[in-house]
């Protein structure tokens, strides 16, 4: 580990609450069997990381402990038995550690709360934690793919199957509202996005969204009209609470329903028959594995799409980033190492 310096930056949390936020250092350290050191370039923000910082979702504290779980870096070391990468590799994180394919065990976990969080210049994880980086981003695009990309392209295309010429209805335009933009347009679908943000609609249809819809607006009698009374063969239901039944409402008969968000509201309530009737599909989506990930970069990489950045900040500006996160970016807010 020549040229490796003694110590790393990170952010680190003493209790729950931003205030309890500060910028340390820390003594470097060596990767054991199987493990990875990697130079972390850049990681980017979710709304989970918010939660986890303000209150840990719930959990009791446990600490000091350091956020984030989105990062892209370059590998610095390797130890004993690491086959799948060496010095110099570009990577990008999973949101779920030990989580390879399939269903996930009962031993996975998310990083950045309980697992080691990515809000440092350098973070030691397990090899199999990582994927290899899409070749066609920069490390500050990639590293807004772990979370959000991902649970965008586990509802529509991992478990929705999504095909050419299906309707898609996308609620609010946050990262995985906007990946799952993205990714409709990429398979041929038509894209409906639901926004109670005038500018914002402008923006979702300057990205390519087919229709932009009012959400104080009467946007499922709207998007019957322009799916000639069919509805939404697959909806992205980030809001939660009341908005689930009408999504429901939207649904075509065989319609998915995918849900992710919970901002207004964790508990679901709405009639059975329509979803007796019309064999509708609820799913709830947890991000995905690490093989999905890696179908993914594929598709990054052969398509060329590129993730929607809202803005970039300096790693020493996280309390600033986390204030424009908490505004509600259009697109993804990253930290740069």
Known sequence: MTDTPKTLSRWQLSDYGRQHLAYVEAPMPTPGPGQILVQVAAASLNFRDLLMIDNGMGAPFTGPWTPGSDMAGRVMAVGDGVKRWQAGDEVISTFYAGWIDGRPSPEVFPLGGPGPGMLASHVLLDAQWVAAAPTTLNLAQASTLPCAALTAWFALIEQGGLRAGQTVLIHGTGGVALFGLQLARL???????????????????????????????????????????QGADHVLELVGGANVERS???????????????????????????????????????????????????????????????ATYAASELPAALDHLARGAFGKVVVTF
């Open 187 to 229: 398979h041929g679908a038509r894209t409906v996005v639901v926004s109670g943000d005038p500018a914002k609609r402008a923006q979702v249809l300057a990205m390519g969204a087919s229709h932009a819809l009012a959400r104080d607006g009467d946007w499922i009698a709207e998007l019957r009209e322009l799916t000639q009374g």
């Open 248 to 310: 429901v409402q939207a649904l075509a008969p065989g319609g998915r329903l995918s849900v992710i968000g919970v901002l207004d509201g964790d508990r679901i309530g709405t009639s059975a028959y329509p979803l007796i009737r019309h064999q509708t599909v609820l799913q709830g989506i947890n991000v995905g594995h690490r093989r999905a990930l890696e179908d993914l970069v594929r598709a990054i990489d052969v398509n060329r799409l590129t993730p929607a950045i809202a």
